[in-house]
């Protein structure tokens, strides 16, 4: 059973910054592709960004130079540092993984972490 626990949200004025972390368990971690997805109130979950499992990232458009996607396979846990947070960051942010089974793709995601950027 795929289990991903998000840490790290939190109250944050805007410029500055917070790191959070994924931990991962019950997965093949290296073999997953992963991502950071967001959701603002009254709005659609979004893809913040992504790391593919041989590295290679990419990212909204919203976050570009702002935002860096990590993985750290030894530890089975993924990142996103955000610098520069600006109000509209402010969302839940989710965990995902992309795992497959038998040739079927799965979507395996976390409960969700708040962050608020406000001064």
């Known amino acids: 059973q795929v289990q991903l626990v998000e840490s790290g949200g939190g109250l ?4 500055g910054s917070l790191r959070l972390s994924c931990a991962a368990s019950g997965l093949i ?3 997953a592709a992963m991502a950071w997805y967001r ?6 979950r979004e893809l913040v ?14 976050v570009k130079g702002r935002f860096t ?3 750290d396979n030894a530890k089975n846990t993924l990142f996103l540092q955000m610098n520069s947070l600006k ?3 402010t969302a839940v942010y989710f ?4 795992t497959t089974f038998i040739g079927k793709i799965y979507n395996n995601w976390g409960q969700g ?4 950027v406000s001064s």
């Open 39 to 44: 959701q603002a109130p009254g709005k659609q």
């Open 29 to 31: 971690f290296n073999s």
């Open 113 to 116: 972490t708040q962050v608020t």
């Open 95 to 98: 965990c995902n993984a992309k």
């Open 12 to 15: 944050v004025h805007p410029g």
């Open 69 to 71: 996607i990590s993985r």
């Open 87 to 89: 109000p509209e960051d």
């Open 49 to 62: 960004a992504a790391i593919s499992t041989s590295g290679s990232t990419n990212y909204a458009d919203s």
